[in-house]
């Protein structure tokens, strides 16, 4: 499974557009790249998943460079209940692993 | 849909004891997924199951931990003994397949906080 790198930690205010970058230079060809969302004492939650180019749905926008060694997950106009640790995931293969890394915890401030 | 159903929401028992925690995977989801998440570890993928057969139990930390799917509407995950370092908040996954196909990936339950004193 290719290995993700995000960063620790972002800080951002409301109303405003977060975007929050993953590198991973191993990406294999049938790899997708999905992110989750998860919120204290609760499951994370899935937000979005693509595999080349963009992806937009009414929470978040995907966007994918050609080479898939990295990929941007964009937030529009932030509010504080996005406050969130947000994870980057990519490939299962055909394993069905679905492997966590330490994600990125995002706080919104007023 | 309800969801992913984990009971209980809250466990306390006292080092030694047998916990037992439950899952109910959404109807139609043929693969189910147990995690465990500390603030050290980070979420852990135990154990996971694939139209009731267990598929990887690699993640399963030692011997005292056990997991059952005796048929596709539930899930246990048992320790015997527990032990202190057990504690941590257990979720349940499940999702259609095994295969990434560009879906909406996995749902989880809300989880078990589990605390071994």
């Known amino acids: 499974l290719a290995k993700t790198t995000q960063p620790i930690s972002m800080d951002s205010y409301e109303g405003q557009e977060v975007n929050i970058t993953c590198s991973h230079n191993n990406i294999a060809t049938n790899d997708y790249i999905t992110w989750y969302q998860q919120f204290p004492s609760q499951g994370p939650r899935f937000i979005i998943q693509g595999y080349k180019t963009k992806v937009t ?18 937030l529009p106009r932030v509010s504080l209940s996005d ?9 299962r293969g055909n394993t069905g692993k679905l492997i966590f890394g330490q994600g990125t915890t995002l706080q919104v401030k007023p | 849909d309800a969801g992913v159903i984990q009971s209980p929401r809250h466990e306390v028992t006292e080092m030694g004891q047998e916990v037992t925690l439950r899952c109910k995977p959404i109807s139609g989801h043929n693969s189910l997924f147990w995690y465990r998440q500390t603030m050290m570890r980070g979420l852990e993928l135990l154990i996971y199951f694939n139209n009731n057969v267990p598929i990887d139990d690699s993640g399963m930390p030692e011997d ?3 997991a059952k799917m005796p048929n596709a509407s539930f899930s246990t995950l048992k320790i015997q ?5 057990d ?9 259609i397949g ?7 990936g996995y749902t989880f339950g809300s989880g078990t906080r589990l605390t071994v004193v």
Do not use: Q
Request: charged residues 20%; proline residues 6%; glycine residues 4%.
């Open chain 2, 87 to 95: 504690s941590a908040v257990y979720f349940c996954a499940s999702r």
């Open chain 1, 83 to 91: 406050t969130a640790v947000y994870y980057c995931l990519v490939g």
């Open chain 2, 98 to 104: 095994l295969l990434d196909r560009g879906d909406n």
């Open chain 1, 57 to 74: 749905n009414e929470v978040a926008s995907l966007f994918i460079p050609a080479d898939r060694k990295s990929s941007t997950l964009s």
């Open chain 2, 81 to 85: 003994p527990s032990e202190p370092r």
């Open chain 2, 64 to 66: 005292r931990f056990s």
